[in-house]
C-alpha cells in the first residue's frame, strides 16, 4: 500500500499571538512541532505499513525549517519525505495551500491513501484535507477514529459523530483526515533523527517549477481570499462590587442578573 502523509510544521502553542503592529504571528521564541493530529495520521500510516507492507511518504508546504518535521517522520518510520519549499508558496491561503499539495501528489502518484489531521493548531481552518480530496476528485472521510480494515480496493473506518459515530466503507483510492482518538503515536527512533541531523534522510525539496505550477497560481498571488487586518479582540472585564449585608448583597445580586436576562 503506498501512503501519502500530509504533515504540517505548527508553532508549539495553542495561544498564538499577534504582533499588534504589524497583524502577523509572532514566531520567535516558539518552537515548532509537528501537528498534533498529523502525528496521529504517521501513526496510523506506520501500522498499515507494518500489516500490508508498502511505502510511506510524508509531504509537507512550508519554509525550509519545515525540514525537521519530515526528519522525526522519518525517525518514527516513514519511507521519505518531500518538502515544498519556494518564496511562490508563501502568504498562500487555504484554497493556494492545497492546490500546491494536490499538483505535489499528482507528481508523486500511484498512491492508495492519503491520511492528514483534521485540523492543524495555528491555521484551524479544517480545510486542508477535503480541498485537497476535492482537488484531486477522489472519496474522502473526515474524523476518521477507528481504521477497521484494509481490503485490495476499499477501506472500512469509523468517522465520529457528536453523538455517536459512522462506519463507512470508501473505495481507494481516498483521503481520510483523522483525529487524536485514532491511535497513541510512536516517538521517533534515535537512530533516525541522527541520520536526519547527518543529512542522510530521504528528504527531497521541490519548488514550483518541479510541480509544474505557475508562481501566479500558488503562494498570496494565488489565493483566493486575503487578509485586510487582524487583531487580537481587546478584553475588558467589568467589576461591581455589591455591598451590604449578605441577605441584601444576594437580593441585589439576583434583581441585577434578571435586570440583564441572564438568570
Ligand atoms: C486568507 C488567508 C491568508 C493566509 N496567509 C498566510 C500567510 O501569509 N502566511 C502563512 O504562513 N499562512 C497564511 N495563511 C494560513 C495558511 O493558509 C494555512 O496555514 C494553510 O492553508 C493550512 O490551513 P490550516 O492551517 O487551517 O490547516 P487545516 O486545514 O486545519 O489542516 C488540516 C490538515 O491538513 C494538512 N496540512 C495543512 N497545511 C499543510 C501544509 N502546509 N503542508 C502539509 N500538510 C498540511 C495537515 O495534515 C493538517 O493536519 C493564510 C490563511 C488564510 C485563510
Redesign the pocket.
Known amino acids: 500500500m503506498r501512503i501519502i502523509v500530509?504533515?504540517?510544521q505548527v508553532p508549539d502553542t495553542t495561544e498564538v499571538k499577534l504582533d499588534p503592529k504589524t497583524g502577523n504571528l509572532i514566531r520567535e521564541g516558539i518552537e515548532s512541532i509537528i501537528?498534533p493530529?498529523?502525528r496521529h495520521?504517521l501513526e496510523a500510516a506506520i501500522s498499515l505499513k507494518e500489516k500490508t507492507g508498502g511505502k510511506i511518504i510524508a509531504?509537507?508546504?512550508?519554509p525550509p525549517q519545515a525540514v525537521d518535521a519530515l526528519s522525526e517522520a522519518i525517525g518514527m518510520g516513514v519511507d521519505e519525505g518531500i518538502l515544498l519549499t519556494d518564496r511562490a508558496f508563501?502568504?498562500?491561503?487555504?484554497w493556494a495551500?492545497s492546490f500546491t499539495?494536490g499538483k505535489a501528489v499528482e507528481k508523486i502518484g500511484g498512491f492508495d491513501l492519503i491520511l492528514?489531521?483534521?485540523?492543524?493548531i495555528?491555521?484551524?481552518?479544517?480545510?486542508?484535507?477535503p480541498q485537497v480530496a476535492d482537488y484531486l476528485k477522489i472519496p474522502q472521510v473526515t474524523y476518521v477514529f477507528e481504521i477497521e480494515a484494509v481490503r485490495k480496493k476499499s477501506i472500512l473506518v469509523k468517522r465520529r459523530m457528536e453523538d455517536g459515530y459512522e462506519r463507512i466503507q470508501c473505495e481507494l483510492p481516498a483521503l481520510l483526515t483523522v483525529i487524536g482518538e485514532l491511535n497513541t503515536p510512536r516517538y521517533a527512533m534515535v537512530g533516525g533523527l541522527i541520520d536526519a541531523c547527518r543529512e542522510k534522510a530521504p528528504i527531497k525539496l521541490w519548488n514550483a517549477a518541479d510541480i509544474g505550477v505557475q508562481t501566479c497560481d500558488v503562494g498570496?498571488e494565488g489565493?483566493l481570499?486575503?487578509?485586510i487586518r487582524t487583531f487580537a479582540p481587546k478584553s475588558q472585564r467589568q467589576g461591581e462590587m455589591i455591598e451590604g449585608d449578605a441577605e441584601a448583597a444576594a437580593k441585589s445580586l439576583i434583581g441585577k442578573l434578571k435586570e440583564n436576562s441572564l438568570i
Open positions: 500530509l504533515v504540517k501537528n493530529d498529523d495520521a509531504l509537507s508546504m512550508g508563501a502568504g498562500a491561503d487555504t495551500t499539495l492528514c489531521g483534521r485540523q492543524a495555528d491555521g484551524d481552518t479544517a480545510q486542508i484535507g498570496l489565493s481570499t486575503h487578509v
